[in-house]
């Protein structure tokens, strides 16, 4: 089995007995996606959380989010968690130290929520968009410069950059207005493509599967456990979410080849089935 690593986003988990949007059992579909986790038949090397983690930076939801996420500690998953615009930065802090604690001190930005770390033979940057009171994403050149100093202390290693907001347009105008500011965009196209090393970019804020060529590599997002940013490419659409399959991703580390990415649908469904007969043929 190969190096595989999880991406969750946007598990907006709010006080325990409400709901997001008054709508959204965000914890419910967190418990069952954390279920659906558990009986696959290879626990992942580690498991990166890509911001709104919660819904309103509340301590008492980032407890009740590790309470949900109780069972993958227990189990040995290593997390890695991202900041999104719904989360709060001291809470985080405080919420997640023992996840950070194997982490050494010269691989965290004591400034903003940022560290590097491995997963097997892959190197994960998590950078922190949060700009607090905001919606859409900040860097600046404090956190720039932090990133362009990270990919310089390992210039062969493949690595994953991952943030919230994506650094590119996706064509959903309501969202597009919220994403990595502008401004921020090509230093960091600029830092990236110079680094020549960056595997893949991975963001969350979507609630969607999207992908981009983007700076000599590869940009997408994911969707949430939950719910999902509805798809309308009008840029004068309403902003609305839909309840389609929550999903997840997997991203598998392939030798000689690279970061292969998958969709991972929670729920039951029918299956798998055999294509073929016990001796051989094809089933027709």
């Known amino acids: 089995m190969p190096m595989h690593f999880l991406q969750l986003t946007d598990l907006h988990i709010k006080r325990p007995g409400r709901l997001a949007y008054r709508r959204v059992d965000s914890a419910a579909y967190l418990a069952r996606c954390v279920a ?107 956190r720039l410069d932090w990133l362009a100093e990270a990919l310089a202390r390992e210039t062969q290693r493949p690595t994953v950059i991952a943030m919230h907001h994506p650094p590119f347009a996706t064509g959903i105008g309501h969202m597009d207005v919220q994403s990595l500011a502008p401004e921020d965009i090509p230093a960091f196209a600029q830092i990236v493509r110079a680094a020549g090393n960056v595997e893949r970019i991975i963001c969350g804020h979507l609630h969607r599967s999207i992908d981009v060529r983007f700076a000599g590599t590869v940009a997408s997002t994911c969707p949430s456990p939950a719910h999902q940013v509805a798809l309308d490419l009008d840029p004068d659409a309403a902003p609305g979410f839909v309840m389609e399959p929550p999903a997840y991703k997997v991203h598998a580390w392939v030798a ?26 094809l089933i027709d």
Request: no cysteine; glycine share 12%.
């Open 256 to 281: 000689g080849q690279g970061l292969v990415s998958h969709l991972a649908y929670v729920g039951q469904f029918d299956g798998p089935h055999p294509f073929f007969e016990p001796d051989g043929r």
């Open 36 to 142: 659906h986790i558990l009986a696959q038949p290879e626990k992942p090397d580690a498991i990166v959380l890509t911001g709104d983690l919660v819904d309103a930076g509340a301590p008492e939801e980032y407890t009740h989010l590790r309470a949900l996420l109780a069972p993958l500690d227990a189990a040995g998953v290593r997390m890695l968690p991202v900041l999104g615009n719904h989360d709060g930065r001291d809470a985080a802090r405080e919420a997640f130290a023992d996840w950070l604690a194997p982490i050494p001190a010269n691989a965290q930005d004591t400034r903003a929520f940022q560290y590097w770390t491995d997963i097997g033979d892959v190197r994960l940057i998590a950078i922190d968009t949060l700009d607090t009171g905001h919606p859409g994403g900040r860097l600046g050149v404090q």
